[in-house]
């Protein structure tokens, strides 16, 4: 009898759902805070602006640099983030690892291209940088070491999301900027869609300033 192949590691399965959310997050204009690798040598001096592309092509800018001069052709939207360690939820939060972090960061990316996208006017742009994050629910230590560990979501934990955007005119000329704190203490009144989604009062906030601000088409 020829033996079944083995199962696939978990580690595995992590891995490589971690590649394709990190793949749509680089097709969909989102980037994080560039994170210094200490291991890695340092570039020379006429290098440090710019990485020279394959096959002896144009030099590719580093991430973040170059876009006030270089915006995102027409119909991007760009979205980027400061450094996820630095945000509310990581520090309000209990220990979470930046990969973790960084993921479901990417998935409110991700949701926010979309959205926006669907929305914004032909020939128009929009850079959105994501500033802080605070997740809907808290941690109540209090009611002991287990509920520690647990979010609980009530009324009394809402999110918040505080942002800055640009938003550009096919010429590059802005026509809208500004930043903004996104809240919503009814969250729980309202309810949102996909209950099984840990994101989903998240993704609600991010759609109602969506249609607020740049209207439905």
């Not at 399965?13 to 560039?34: F, K, N, T, Y």
């Not at 005119?169 to 309202?190: C, H, I, K, N």
């Not at 949102?192 to 088409?217: H, I, M, N, Q, T």
């Amino acid at each position: 009898m020829t033996p079944l192949p083995p199962a696939p590691h978990p580690f595995r399965r992590v891995a490589a759902a971690a590649a394709v959310l990190a793949l749509a997050a680089a097709l969909a204009g989102c980037a994080g805070a560039p994170q210094p690798n200490p291991s890695a040598p340092a570039p020379a001096p006429e290098a440090a602006g710019a990485a020279p592309a394959p096959g002896g092509g144009a030099p590719v800018p580093p991430p973040g640099a170059g876009r006030a001069a270089n915006p995102p052709p027409a119909g991007i939207v760009s979205v980027t983030y400061d450094d996820p360690g630095r945000f509310s939820d990581a520090r309000q939060g209990t220990p979470e690892s930046p990969r973790a972090r960084r993921a479901w960061v990417d998935a409110l990316c991700l949701h926010l291209s979309e959205a926006a996208a669907a929305v914004l006017p032909e020939g128009q742009r929009l850079e959105v940088r994501l500033t802080d994050v605070q997740r809907a629910g808290g941690f109540e230590p209090a009611r002991g070491a287990q509920a520690g560990q647990v979010r609980i979501v009530r009324d009394m934990y809402p999110p918040r999301i505080d942002l800055e955007f640009k938003r550009l005119g096919a010429d590059g000329t802005v026509l809208q900027s500004g930043r903004r704190t996104l809240r919503d203490p009814a969250f729980m009144e309202r309810g949102a869609r996909g209950a099984s989604d840990p994101l989903r009062y998240e993704k609600s906030l991010l759609d109602d300033w969506v249609r607020r601000e740049f209207g439905a088409r």
